[in-house]
C-alpha cells in the first residue's frame, strides 16, 4: 500500500467514525488541529507517517461539516409557534391541467390556484431569506405543506407566509426510513405547515429558468398531446410526482426505479453524447478548412462537453 493510499485510507476511517461521536468537538479543538496539520503537512522538524497526516485531516473535514450544517440551524424561539417568513421557492410546480395558463399569464399577477382535488394538498421546499425580524444571510432551506393554497407557487418566486415550523425528526423505529437523517442530507432545518392568514402573498413572481423550460415543456405536451410526459420529465427534470401509483409498481417489478433517480449515470451519458457530438462537429470543421491539418481535437471535444453536463444537472435539480 502506498504512501497516499495509507493517508486516504486514514482519513475514510477518522471520517465514518464521526457518526459515532457523542458531542461536535468545539470550534477551538478543530483550529489547533488545522494548525498540526498544517505543521505535520510540511514535516517541519520532524518526520510523520502520512496516516497521521490523512486522521488529522479526516478529523478537520469532519468537524467542520458538523459545525457548517450546526450554523444553519435556527433559533429555538421560532420553533412551534406561528411566524411570518420571506422565502424563494425551490419546488417546481407542475401540474398539466394548469401549464397552459399559467404560461402564458403575465408574470407580474397573481396565479389562481386551479380547483383539481389533487392540489389541495401542496408540499413546498423553500430557502428562507427571513424568519420574523430576523434577516438571514445563509439561506437554510424548509420543507412545508400546505393544505388548499390559495395561490400557485412556482420556482423562483419569492413569498411572505405565515408558517408554523418544527424541527426535523423521524419515527424511533431503527428498521424503516430514516427521515431525519434524509432531511439532513438535503440540508433542511425545519418541516410544517403553511397557516391561512391575509400576510401569505407573492413578493417577486419572477420565475426561475428551469421552471421556465418545464412550464414551457408542459405547454407543448399539451398542445401535441404527448401521453408519455411525466416520463420525459422525470428524466430531464428529475420531477417524478406526475407518476401514478400503477407506473411506481411498474418501476419496482421491474428493477428500474433507478433510471428516473438522476444520477451520475446520467451525466456520464449526456456528457458522452455532446462529447461525441463536438467531437464529430470540429472533425468536420477542420476537414473542411484543411485536410492535412490533424490536431488533437479530443480536449477540446471534453471541455466543450462539460457546461452540457452542468446545465443538465442544473435542468434536474443538482
Same mark, same amino acid.
Given at each position: 500500500?502506498?504512501?497516499?493510499? &495509507?493517508?486516504? %485510507?486514514?482519513?475514510?476511517?477518522? %471520517?465514518?467514525?464521526? *457518526?459515532?461521536?457523542?458531542?461536535? =468537538? ?8 488545522? /494548525? ?5 503537512? *510540511? ?21 467542520? #461539516? ?8 435556527? =433559533? ?19 401540474? *398539466? ?14 396565479? +389562481? ?9 401542496? !408540499? @413546498?421546499? @423553500? ?7 430576523? $434577516? ?6 424548509? $420543507? ?16 411572505? /407566509?405565515? #408558517?408554523?415550523?418544527?424541527? +426535523? ?9 430514516? &427521515? ?14 403553511? $397557516? ?13 429558468? &428551469?421552471?421556465? /423550460? ?15 410526459? &411525466? ?12 407518476? !401514478? ?10 428493477? !428500474? ?45 471534453? #471541455?466543450?462537453?462539460? +457546461?452540457?453536463? /452542468?446545465?443538465?444537472?442544473? *435542468?434536474?435539480?443538482?
Amino acid at each position: 500500500m502506498s504512501k497516499l493510499h &495509507r493517508a486516504m %485510507f486514514a482519513f475514510i476511517i477518522v %471520517f465514518l467514525s464521526s *457518526l459515532f461521536w457523542p458531542v461536535l =468537538p468545539s470550534i477551538q479543538i478543530v483550529a489547533t488541529c488545522v /494548525l498540526i496539520a498544517i505543521v505535520v503537512a *510540511l514535516r517541519l522538524r520532524f518526520q510523520v507517517k502520512t496516516w497521521v497526516i490523512g486522521a488529522i485531516l479526516g478529523f478537520v473535514w469532519a468537524s467542520s #461539516v458538523g459545525h457548517w450544517y450546526s450554523s444553519w440551524q435556527l =433559533p429555538n424561539r421560532y420553533f412551534n409557534q406561528n411566524v411570518i417568513i420571506e422565502a424563494t421557492v425551490e419546488s417546481l410546480h407542475i401540474q *398539466l391541467n394548469a401549464a397552459t395558463q399559467s404560461y402564458v399569464l403575465k408574470s407580474t399577477q397573481v396565479y +389562481p390556484q386551479s380547483s383539481n382535488k389533487l392540489s389541495e394538498y401542496k !408540499t @413546498l421546499i @423553500l430557502q428562507l431569506n427571513k424568519i420574523g425580524k430576523t $434577516r438571514l444571510y445563509h439561506s437554510p432551506r424548509i $420543507r412545508l405543506s400546505w393544505f388548499e393554497p390559495d395561490i400557485v407557487l412556482h420556482q423562483g418566486n419569492k413569498v411572505r /407566509l405565515l #408558517v408554523s415550523i418544527k424541527r +426535523p425528526h423521524a419515527l424511533a423505529n431503527e428498521f424503516g426510513f430514516n &427521515r431525519q437523517k434524509w432531511l439532513a442530507s438535503q440540508n433542511i432545518v425545519g418541516i410544517g405547515s403553511v $397557516r391561512s392568514s391575509p400576510s401569505n402573498s407573492l413578493l417577486q413572481t419572477s420565475n426561475s429558468l &428551469r421552471q421556465a /423550460l418545464a412550464n414551457r415543456l408542459l405547454k407543448y405536451a399539451i398542445k401535441l398531446n404527448l401521453q408519455n410526459i &411525466r416520463w420525459i420529465l422525470a428524466l430531464s427534470f428529475g420531477e417524478r410526482s406526475l407518476f !401514478t401509483k400503477t407506473d411506481w409498481k411498474l418501476l419496482q417489478t421491474t428493477g !428500474t426505479a433507478h433510471l428516473f433517480a438522476i444520477s451520475g449515470l446520467h451525466l456520464g451519458i449526456v456528457s458522452l453524447l455532446f462529447f461525441r457530438l463536438t467531437k464529430t462537429v470540429l472533425f468536420l470543421a477542420i476537414r473542411v478548412k484543411s485536410s492535412n491539418y490533424q490536431p488533437n481535437i479530443v480536449p477540446w471535444a471534453l #471541455v466543450a462537453s462539460i +457546461p452540457f453536463c /452542468l446545465f443538465y444537472a442544473y *435542468l434536474s435539480g443538482f
